[in-house]
């Protein structure tokens, strides 16, 4: 049985923090990707926790990605902004840019922000809560290695290659979906590998190609889409969106160029933001509020973040229940 311990978000913020620092990141930006982390760990989305934080550190510590990084910001076009995050992570470079994208959104309806040179490492749903916030719905796409064959392949070739999508509530809780383009997201696929256990069918295939629920042979092979051709569809329609729309890297490129490190590959992320009160008028708030009720009326049926809006919940109240072995792991890195 895994020993676990309980810490504050507040403790869990500040380990995270010092030990970015203490492996070359600037304060500021070590505050802004430990935000994330510690967020996805809130939520309860594990994959995207401090599990993550060994591969940060490894590519801090790898020389492939600057902890100082400073991002330039510029508009290319009326409603499109463009930030080059100077081989830095994503999130310090979103923070730089997101202000701006919310006033080009407010003023023209929708607007595009294209982060290039970056490393994107985290949740998705992250990216998007704070424009929802402000009252826009988002949209927000983002690739990766290959690490996903194509529908009839057996080969990696696509990232798991997520995309979300929030919109904005009254109640301050946006509805939020985020979910990669592969069955399941990578890092469910390590953490299974490392607590032995089996993946359900269907997640991939082994090194030759035939199926396996072994999580050590999946990551020797390739992951699957969801949906078999409709998922790979949608993990080519991403690759599109955070490659070649935007100036950056396909996966397989982001894996030919990748320094092998076990951290973020560079590439690009693009999101869109949409005004609803500019589009659709000032009923668009009420209107979307009527499919929700119609929804949750049903027994059993939830939004999208609802659950992990309970897990927040619970995480603020009584802490995060983290696995030892994670934390020491952390810990480590700051010696």
């Known amino acids: 049985m895994t020993n676990n311990i309980n810490m504050t978000i507040e403790s869990a913020s500040k380990l995270v923090i010092d030990c970015f620092v203490r492996n070359g990141c600037s304060p500021a930006v070590a505050k802004s990707v430990a935000r994330v982390i510690v967020a996805a760990e809130a939520d309860g989305c594990l994959s995207h926790g401090l599990f993550r934080v060994p591969g940060y550190v490894a590519s801090l510590r790898s020389g492939k990605v600057s902890g100082v990084a400073q991002p330039k910001v510029r508009q290319a076009l009326p409603g499109v902004i463009v930030v080059d995050g100077q081989g830095g992570f994503a999130p310090p470079a979103l923070d730089e840019a997101r202000s701006s994208l919310i006033e080009l959104t407010r003023g023209n309806g929708i607007a595009g922000l294209a982060l290039v040179n970056v490393h994107h490492f985290s949740a998705l749903w992250t990216d998007l809560e704070p424009i929802c916030a402000e009252g826009l719905c988002s949209l927000a796409f983002t690739s990766y290695l290959p690490v996903v064959a194509p529908a009839g392949g057996t080969k990696p070739l696509f990232g798991t290659n ?46 030759n190609g035939n199926p396996s629920t072994d999580p050590n042979e999946i990551l020797k092979g390739a992951m699957l889409t969801f949906g078999g051709y409709k998922g790979s569809a949608i993990a080519l329609m991403v690759e599109l969106l955070a490659g070649s729309l935007i100036g950056e890297q396909f996966s397989y490129q982001a894996g030919e160029n990748d320094n092998k490190d076990g951290g973020p590959p560079r590439g690009g992320e693009l999101i869109i933001a949409m005004n609803p009160v500019a589009i659709g008028g000032v009923g668009a708030f009420a209107h979307a509020e009527q499919l929700f009720s119609k929804i949750t009326e049903q027994p059993g049926a939830r939004l999208p973040a ?26 480590a890195l700051m010696i």
């Open 162 to 207: 997520p995309m979300a999508f929030g919109w904005p509530r009254a109640d301050g809780r946006p509805m939020v979906f985020d979910q990669a383009s592969s069955v399941l997201a990578r890092g469910e696929v390590m953490i299974a590998a490392r607590d032995s256990h089996r993946m359900p069918e269907g997640v991939g295939i082994d090194a």
């Open 306 to 331: 609802d659950r992990r809006y309970a897990n927040r919940v619970r995480a603020t109240e009584s802490g995060l229940s983290l696995p030892a072995e994670v934390v020491e792991q952390v810990r």
